[in-house]
């Protein structure tokens, strides 16, 4: 049985916050992006939400693509990464997806595959992110390879932002002008990222990728989720499971890395960084209870964690702690401990249950 911990998935405001990506991007379609797990947050029950709002859907790994469709989900699914063999060549084509090619080896699996209906695909092409995709003066004879192919229906373009969080720098728009000077008239570009939909109206593309703030969090450190108009797509709880008084000169956890200088409430609390939560969030990362924002004291431990609750009334076990979500953001446990909220919501490993609710959480 579960000891209390519960991720509650709020879908009306992933709803909202892809929303928020259309009024950004007003002339472009979305894909939407659900990798890692709909990073965190659930694959199947958040895509298949988001099916019925977005244009398509896209996903990181041929097994995150076949689970959709194995939960019914007939959407376009983009294959972000692409394949890596001519099986999985010919099992994503019987699968109905598009394919990103970034390789010979990709496109030469995919003239050798067989196909039932010609698929589109989109030539990726390195402006500059140096991971994948052909060089810019590679781009126009892969096009003509793709384009001769009878397994190809469209060839389209795709390149990804490397500094699209930050509205200021150059880069973005040196990318933007780089993709361009080599897609043919008439042809389907997707660039933006979540900073690129927020942050670079104008050089977002056909087709644009909102990811992390689908969900809630900021692409960007500077610029808050509710000053983007975001709102959190998870609220992460535990319950208390133990209170105790302390006096000064108490330690606390592990280390004894906090010492109390008056007396003090301790709250010990069923989360720990085995569930995900961050192992170096330091003291004063802040949680919530009742809504009233809180401190942790001490060492984050495997399954534990120690909130100072001093004054607080109507508290005992089985409270719930707000570990992040409306009241404490994602991105403010996640600044706290050195890290960003995309690593945070992609690598949470909860020993506890996922509630899917409809009810907008603001």
Not at 26 to 51: C, D, F, T
Not at 223 to 237: E, F, K, P, V
Not at 305 to 317: A, E, S
Request: contains cysteine; charged residues 15%; glycine residues 10%.
């Amino acid at each position: 049985m579960s000891r209390g911990t519960c991720a509650v998935i709020h879908l009306d405001n992933i709803r909202h916050n892809l929303q928020v990506a259309r009024r950004h991007a007003p002339h472009s379609r979305i894909w939407a992006v659900v990798k890692a797990n709909a990073y965190g947050h659930g694959l199947v029950p958040v895509a298949q939400m988001l099916a019925a709002e977005a244009d398509g859907l896209a996903v990181a790994t041929l097994d995150e693509a076949l689970t959709l469709r194995a939960a019914g989900i007939n959407s376009p699914v983009l294959l972000l990464e692409g394949v890596v063999s001519m099986a999985q060549t010919q099992t994503a084509l019987d699968a109905d997806l598009e394919l990103v090619v970034h390789t010979m080896d990709q496109r030469h699996w995919l003239a050798e595959a067989s196909v039932q209906q010609a698929v589109r695909v989109w030539l990726k092409v390195d402006t500059g992110m140096r991971r994948l995709g052909f060089m810019p003066a590679e781009a126009g004879a892969e096009y003509a390879h793709l384009q001769a192919l009878p397994q190809v229906a469209t060839v389209s373009f795709m390149t990804h932002y490397a500094r699209a969080d930050d509205p200021a720098h150059a880069m973005t728009p040196q990318q933007y002008d780089c993709l361009h000077s080599v897609v043919p008239a008439g042809c389907e570009a997707s660039l933006a990222n979540s900073g690129g939909v927020l942050f670079w109206p104008g050089r977002q593309g056909d087709w644009v990728r909102p990811g992390i703030m689908l969900y809630g969090a900021t692409p960007a450190p500077e610029q808050s989720r509710d000053r983007l108009g975001l709102r959190a797509g998870m609220t992460l709880y535990a319950p208390i499971i133990a209170l105790r008084d302390l006096v000064p000169g108490d330690t606390v956890g592990y280390g004894g890395g906090f010492s109390t200088d008056r007396p003090l409430r301790l709250a010990t609390v069923a989360m720990g960084y085995a569930d995900g939560y961050p192992r170096h969030a330091p003291n004063d990362t802040p949680v919530a209870i009742n809504g009233i924002r809180c401190r942790l004291v001490g060492r984050v431990s495997m399954d534990m964690l120690t909130v100072d609750v001093t004054g607080l009334q109507d508290i005992g076990p089985g409270t719930p702690v707000e570990l992040w979500g409306p009241h404490v953001a994602v991105d403010e446990v996640a600044q706290a401990a050195g890290t960003i909220g995309y690593e945070l919501l992609a690598g949470l490993a909860l020993r506890g249950r996922y509630d899917y609710v409809t009810e907008r959480c603001s």
